[in-house]
């Protein structure tokens, strides 16, 4: 395992818990695939993104890692500036956690911060075929967001993508974010309304997100919207936007 995971596990028995797990890696196992094969030109677009002319493919040992390694340069960090609407300087300066950020840490899109990256599954990830082993500038927490391992207010600011809705407890999610969130500290989530499934079990509208997090000052819904950039939505689903800053 990379010298720059936190190895901090967070146990637990619950039957409903590991088959979402299991559900989760199985999707990110044939992720991988999809990614081999857009990476060939054998599956274009993938998402909407085009599949890598040569100067674009990143150089790694082997090609499951360079198409993963690509895959991340040319969409999640394009996907993350779109999605949260927000320049690549956004947090320039400061100490930001990204929630739930699964098997790329997406969030170096932005520059000049000193990022960690919050995820439950790294090892499985690891496994799996994801190189989280090139990315010298994160520091990945192995933990669960119900209990995050760091102290009290250490971020001066928390982003969480299409994450909050896979956890266990929504409820100690959001505590956990604003025990660890500076005081008027920034908060900004992309967040995906929809009924529950096995890998997204929490169910989330504007009503009940405002409940939740209604404690972060000046708190706003910025936009809505049935597309991304990566996908539209069916209908009764939709995207959401939330931010104090």
Wanted: proline share 6%; charged share 25%.
């Amino acid at each position: 395992m990379p010298s720059n995971i936190a190895c901090r596990d967070m146990a637990t028995d619950s039957e409903t818990v590991a088959r979402k797990r299991a559900a989760e890696l199985q999707f990110w196992r044939k992720e991988i695939e999809r990614y081999e094969k857009w990476f060939r030109g054998e599956l274009s677009p993938l998402y909407r993104t085009p599949s890598p002319q040569r100067h674009e493919k990143v150089r790694a040992p082997n090609e499951r890692h360079a198409s993963v390694l690509t895959w991340h340069k040319l969409h999640q960090e394009a996907k993350y500036l779109v999605d949260l609407d927000l320049d690549a300087d956004a947090f320039e300066g400061m100490t930001l956690l990204e929630v739930g950020c699964g098997p790329m840490p997406s969030a170096t899109c932005f520059k000049g911060c000193r990022l960690y990256c919050l995820e439950p599954l790294l090892p499985e990830y690891l496994q799996a075929g994801f190189p989280l082993h090139y990315y010298g500038d994160v520091t990945f927490i192995h933990g669960a967001a119900e209990a995050i391992p760091m102290d009290d207010h250490v971020f001066d600011a928390v982003i969480a993508v299409n994450a909050i809705d896979h956890v266990d407890d929504i409820g100690a999610t959001a505590d956990e974010i604003r025990r660890v969130l500076k005081p008027g500290g920034r908060l900004r989530m992309h967040m995906h309304y929809h009924r529950p499934s096995i890998c997204e079990p929490i169910e989330l509208n504007d009503e009940r997100f405002v409940a939740l997090f209604g404690w972060c000052g000046e708190l706003r819904k910025v936009r809505s919207s049935r597309s991304n950039f990566s996908a539209d939505l069916p209908e009764h689903q939709n995207f959401a936007l939330w931010s104090n800053f």
